[in-house]
């Protein structure tokens, strides 16, 4: 599988789990019966390799506001691409690069600016933006409204 394959198809499965409502292994973390969350750093474990994510809270493919945590391992990035609701981002840890706005059409790492840790951005419905690591694995979390439909924009 070529290079560009391979990343068409982690953004497919990303897709996937984000309308899904799933973590990496298939599990969405549950509230308690009184409907709390409260939960440890190591239930919210990320993998390494490509693209891993936990959804925290509610669920992207169904009514309601949801809460994912991200993870991109060094040199992967999302191509270009805009949702239909709002999307909350916060760098949780490493620099998160991002191109937003107008000309995120095309994709061009090199026209990506730094987001360091604790970083906030938001994607309004609509917005054609990109994003990803470099040279550092990043963790960050979304927050946001379901169902949210991502649609990718073709070259």
């Known amino acids: 599988m070529t290079r560009s394959a391979s990343i068409k198809w982690i953004h497919g499965i990303l897709c996937i789990f984000l309308l899904t409502g799933l973590n990496a292994s298939g599990q969405a973390i549950k509230p308690d019966v009184s409907g709390f969350i409260a939960v440890q750093p190591d239930a919210m474990a990320l993998e390494d390799g490509g693209f891993s994510q936990v959804v925290i809270a509610g669920d992207p493919g169904k009514p309601g506001i949801y809460v994912v945590r991200i993870k991109f391992s060094p040199g992967r990035m999302s191509r270009p691409h805009f949702h ?48 990803g690591a470099k040279d550092e694995g990043v963790i960050v979390q979304i927050m946001g409204m379901g169902p949210v439909k991502t649609t990718r924009i073709e070259p």
């Open 84 to 131: 239909d609701q709002d999307r909350y981002i916060t760098v949780i840890k490493g620099t998160w690069w991002v191109s937003l706005g107008p000309g995120s059409e095309v994709f061009d790492p090199k026209k990506t600016v730094p987001m360091k840790e604790g970083s906030f951005v938001k994607h309004p419905a609509g917005g054609p933006h990109y994003d």
